[in-house]
């Protein structure tokens, strides 16, 4: 078993000490509005806001070699050339490390005698991407060499770029000021902005077309100028720009020679266009290059990327779980992945292509859980965003742009789990900050352009919207598809090049979906707190009344024997039942009608996780979604019996859903299990990565489960839901933080052997610094808590009426 890397939980890096990872493992730089995707050997691109729209940088995804463009510095000494990084020209290196931190990436790379250390970072609230560089003589002899940089510029639209030749080879424009290389194409026209790539230090040369630098016939792994240890000095006129710097250094023995490369997206704003006919307005890139042309400014722009991150981590932090892998993550890089899918959805990764979906109505809901917390404001923003692209009946659009903020018409709506999302969404931001003044905003639907509806009034429209769409079982229709995707029941494609979510018309249709039917009860349960808190007690008592009319009708209509049967297909036949020969059983349906509240009373929510367990959990990979697989397609379930067994959500582990089962251990004080559960899909626990082959420090959206040939294989890392939910099962759930509308709750529920654990926690603007002990090794069951030397009655900690903004808890556990 080959070893890829280690923790450092000090720095908060991820070390990997060999470039040929089983995959590329990716980090990403920038958090505010420019983002680069970096993986350990500096492949990747960078764009502005949005992937599709505003892409810097072009990427060739599902290359071969894989992950074959980035960010790349290039040395020839003597003979030989070499990247770092290891790639492009894959020549063998003395030393190679990669270091992915909190948005930054640091590659070291040494051969005969020679140490490159590049380190990528995005500074705070900036535009442009750094890359500091040092070359260090590590021999006794002075050393000559040239180092190259180079980067592929895209013409901004990406699926343009990559698609629609006949244009963009006459369309590329560059112009060259010293060492600036701007990429402005189709800025003559209608485009008010450019890239700029730069370098602090004098060059000696340099190249932007590709052509030239590359050469027609030659590949990234051996570019013509790097092998002949000279640029052309090329300027690109169409075909393909690119940026190459070339720097020749002599370096005495011991000497180290350190400046910086910057990559940034410049907005011209208000300032001229033009200087003269053809030649830009180059004022703004001039000023970012004489910033940082000053190394101080390197540095504290790269401090202040660490500080962010220090101080967004502060709001949580659990420093001695006694479970290390849960520590880690729960501290650091569950938090970070949360930060990734809060910004980026789906949309641009290892796997998402930036092109295809934007950002997910559900899945951006569902980001802000663990989210939230880091930044209510944006949270906030983003509620209000989303909220903005639901129609007047309940329905959403199902995905949309971020750079418009507008939905995407070719994916359209009717996902019916789609509209409660945003309870669960609202009542968290609510939860943290205890701001109701949310609820009034104005925030228009999409087909009612100028619309005055405030947030409240879209909350109780998705509400409404389930109640009044329900099937022959009373039940909520599921329409194109629940959260599970793949479920299409409406569908009956037969066309292998129709689209299995919109193909089939889910107007008069009748299937019908109990996870929905259970997301439905948590919502309800959610606002009744909400409306609560905000002394409207008819308001509660009208929707406790929708919530005790669902249960009622969940209870009587889909439970199972064993379980809760997953949902009615369009002839009202079961799906997820006993009677079925395959798919049995499924995943989502146990967790939200536990989660919802089910079962509680009659014993089968506890019978419901016992199925789960007992069919669909192993301890190394997780639980796969739904047994037995279909090793069939069936027309009346769509894509969902489309993947071989064992894959997505055909079985395979789809760790999303994992999530809501450890919240449910953890309601039946399952602590063991709650934890066991959650080790079996952490990626930092996973042992064999050349099985695993993902990233070790971020979840994966899918595991290849024991149905499947190939147990074990994770997939589709980084933009998944398991971020956000994760991160609520470790912080709230097991070690028990949870915010509510009148305070902290403190509920922890883990291991019986655990002795303790402390967490600080920033809330509403007090630092909780929270111990927790468990003298007589019970799971659950806050015996008393003392908040700064006073013993509380019940669990949750007031806030603070005198001003303090530190408060100390103590929690005993064992009631
Ligand atoms: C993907 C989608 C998400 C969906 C899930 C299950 O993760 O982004 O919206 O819920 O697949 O199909
Ligand atoms: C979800 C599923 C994926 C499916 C897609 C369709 O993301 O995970 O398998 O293809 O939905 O939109």
């Known amino acids: 078993m080959a070893n890829y890397g280690h923790f ?115 500074p705070p609230q900036e535009n442009l991407e750094i890359w500091k560089v040092s070359v260090r003589n590590k021999t006794k002899k002075p050393q000559k060499l040239s180092l190259f940089s180079f980067v592929e510029f895209c013409s901004f639209e990406a699926l343009n770029d990559m698609t629609n030749y006949q244009r963009t080879y006459s369309i590329g424009e560059v112009e060259i000021e010293d060492s600036a290389i701007y990429h402005k194409t189709e800025y003559r026209e209608r485009r008010n902005h450019y890239a700029l790539f730069g370098c602090t230090r004098k060059i000696d040369g340099y190249d932007t077309s590709r052509d030239a630098f590359v050469g027609v016939h030659n590949g990234l792994h051996d570019p013509k100028a790097v092998l002949a240890g000279k ?18 250094l002599t370096l005495k023995p011991g000497q180290e020679e350190t400046f910086a490369f910057v990559l940034a997206y410049i907005d011209q704003g208000d300032l001229p266009k033009f200087d003269a006919p053809f030649v830009m307005n180059k004022v703004k890139g001039r000023e970012i290059l004489k910033k940082y042309s000053d190394p101080a400014a390197v540095e504290a722009a790269f401090t202040a990327v660490k500080a962010r991150w220090e101080e967004l981590l502060s709001t949580y932090q659990a420093p001695s779980v006694p479970n290390e892998h849960l520590q880690r993550m729960v501290n650091t890089w569950n938090q970070v992945q949360c ?8 949309s641009a990764s290892g796997y998402e292509t930036g092109i295809g979906r934007g950002m997910g109505y559900r899945d951006s809901n569902q ?33 949309y742009q971020p750079l418009t903020k507008k939905g995407n018409a070719d994916i359209g709506g009717d996902f019916n789990d789609d509209p409660l999302w945003l309870v669960l969404s609202t009542c968290a931001y609510i939860r943290e900050t205890g701001d109701v003044t949310i609820l009034d905003e104005v925030c228009g639907y999409a087909d009612k352009p100028g619309s005055k509806d405030s947030l409240l009034h879209h909350i109780e429209t998705s509400i409404a919207y389930t109640l009044n769409n329900r099937g022959p079982h009373n039940l909520p229709l599921i329409g194109h598809a629940d959260w599970n995707d ?22 008069g249709s009748k ?69 079925c020969k395959e798919g049995k059983i499924y995943i989502e349906s146990q967790a939200w009608c536990v989660l919802g509240g089910a079962g509680q009373t009659n014993g089968r929510a506890k019978k419901a996780l016992q199925a789960v367990d007992k069919y669909l959990y192993t301890p190394e990979h997780g639980c796969a979604l739904q047994y037995p697989p279909y090793s069939t397609y069936h027309l009346e379930l769509g894509e969902v019996s489309s993947y071989p067994p064992g894959y997505k959500e055909n079985a395979g582990v789809f760790s999303h859903n994992n999530t809501w089962i450890h919240i449910g251990w953890t309601m039946f004080g399952e602590g063991d299990k709650a934890l066991e559960y959650y080790l079996s899909i952490c990626p930092s626990a996973k042992k064999d990565h050349d099985k695993y082959r993902s990233e070790p420090y971020v979840y994966a959206q899918m595991t290849a489960s024991q149905f499947s040939p190939t147990p074990g294989e994770g997939k589709n890392s980084w933009l998944t839901g398991t971020g956000a939910w994760s991160f609520v099962v470790a912080s709230q759930s097991i070690l028990g933080v949870q915010p509510d509308f009148t305070g902290l709750r403190i509920d922890p529920c883990v291991p019986k052997k655990w002795k303790g654990f402390s967490v600080t926690r920033k809330f509403r603007g007090v630092t909780y610094s ?3 002990k468990n003298p007589k090794g019970k799971s659950k069951g806050v015996k008393s808590l003392v908040v700064d030397g006073k013993k509380i009655a019940g669990n949750v900690i007031p806030l603070p009426t005198d001003g303090r903004t530190a408060v100390k808890v103590e929690v005993t556990l064992g009631a």
């Open 486 to 507: 793949c479920l299409n029941l409406n569908c009956f494609s037969k066309e292998p090049n129709e689209s299995f979510q919109t193909t089939g018309d889910v107007k």
């Open 339 to 346: 930060m990734a899918t809060f910004n980026l959805s789906r």
């Open 770 to 772: 929270i111990t927790v």
């Open 367 to 399: 980001d802000i859980l663990g989210f939230v917390h880091l930044l209510p404001e944006r949270a906030r923003q983003r509620i209000l965003d989303i909220a903005s692209t639901q129609l007047s009946d309940g329905t959403c659009f199902h995905q």
């Open 231 to 248: 640029c052309t000095n090329s300027h690109a006129y169409g075909w393909n720009p690119v940026g190459a710097h070339q720097i020749n």
């Open 511 to 579: 299937a019908e979906s109990v996870m929905i039917a259970g997301l439905f009860l948590y919502a309800a349960r959610d606002l009744v707190g909400l409306y609560k808190f905000m002394g409207q007690a008819a308001d509660a008592t009208r929707v406790q009344g929708y919530y005790d009319d669902m249960l009622k009708t969940v209870e009587e209509q889909a439970w199972d024997g064993a379980w809760y049967t997953r949902a009615f297909d369009a002839d009202s036949n079961p799906v997820g039942s006993k009677s």
């Open 8 to 122: 450092d939980d000090a720095h908060r890096e991820f070390v990997i000490s060999r470039p040929d990872t089983p995959l590329p493992w990716l980090n990403y730089l920038g958090q505010d509005e420019f983002f680069g995707l970096c993986t350990q050997t500096a492949g990747g691109y960078s764009f502005w806001k949005d992937a599709k729209l505003r892409r810097i940088t072009r990427y060739r995804y599902n290359n071969n070699p894989m992950d074959n463009d980035g960010r790349f510095l290039y040395v020839k000494q003597g003979n030989s050339i070499w990247n770092p990084g290891w790639k492009p020209t894959r020549t063998k290196l003395d030393a190679f490390e990669c270091r992915h931190g909190l948005g930054y990436s640091r590659i070291t790379g040494k051969k005969d005698g020679i140490e490159v250390e590049q380190l990528m970072f995005v």
